[in-house]
């Protein structure tokens, strides 16, 4: 079955920075990548996801790039603001319905 | 509209006791999932049910543990003889279908069911 292997496990930024979260799969037949946001306390959300025959998508502050040959992608958040402190996960489908997650990111922006 | 509802919202019960969380997908939606995430981990997959298809049961981690579905829109997980290693908070999910491998739609998650298992 896929693998999916998220780094870092905590991230520490200033208000203003950018932050990148790096995920690996195993599976080549994977072919969708979500990432989603876990505020505390809250359910996850989606917040942008890629199809394997595009290479980046963006979404005002939020980037994702994916590199289908070294099976990885990634996840760019540019100018944080403290309301980007969260979880952040990301996912593979294995090229089937199901997701397996990574075991997530947290976090936090400084003011 | 309404998002997907789970209750109870927390659940605590002796070690040995059988729990059962329900879980309330959005109206429409034909896939439910459910997870696992226990303190510092992802979210497990434990099972997928896609319209009245045989659900996909990979993800269960025991014989302890089952689901139904019933009429294509309430689930039901049971986990039978809890162990305190059961103790996580429990979320469900639905999305619209999924057909294969070229369609994929999001996944709505409900807020999850803590379980404590003592």
């Known amino acids: 079955g896929e693998n999916v292997e998220q780094h870092p496990s905590t991230l520490s930024v200033q208000e203003g920075d950018s932050a990148v979260i790096k995920c690996t799969y195993s599976d080549s037949a994977s072919n969708y990548f979500p990432w989603y946001k876990q505020e505390l306390g809250k359910r996850p959300q989606l917040i942008i996801d890629i199809r394997s025959n595009v290479g980046e998508k963006k979404d005002q502050r939020i980037a994702v790039t994916l590199n289908k040959t070294a099976k990885h992608f990634s996840l760019h958040i540019t100018e944080t603001q403290p309301e980007d402190s969260a979880v952040y996960f990301c996912?593979?489908?294995?090229?089937?319905?199901?997701?397996?997650f990574g075991k997530g990111t947290m976090l936090l922006v400084s003011p | 509209g309404a998002g997907v509802s789970q209750s109870p919202s927390n659940k605590v019960t002796e070690k040995g006791k059988d729990v059962e969380l329900r879980c309330d997908p959005i109206s429409g939606h034909t896939a439910l999932y459910w997870y696992r995430q226990s303190l510092g981990q992802g979210l497990e997959f434990l099972i997928y049910?896609?319209?009245?298809?045989?659900?996909?049961k990979s993800g269960l981690p025991s014989d302890r543990f089952s689901a139904e579905r019933t009429g294509g829109s309430v689930s039901t997980l049971t986990i039978q003889r809890t162990q305190q290693e059961d103790s996580a908070v429990y979320l469900c999910?639905?999305?619209?279908?999924?057909?294969?491998?070229?369609?994929?739609?999001?996944?709505?998650f409900g807020p999850g069911t803590r379980l404590t298992v003592l």
């Open positions: 996912a593979a489908n294995g090229g089937y319905s199901t997701l397996t």
């Open positions: 999910a639905s999305s619209l279908r999924s057909t294969g491998t070229s369609i994929y739609n999001e996944q709505f």
């Open positions: 049910f896609q319209g009245n298809s045989a659900p996909d």
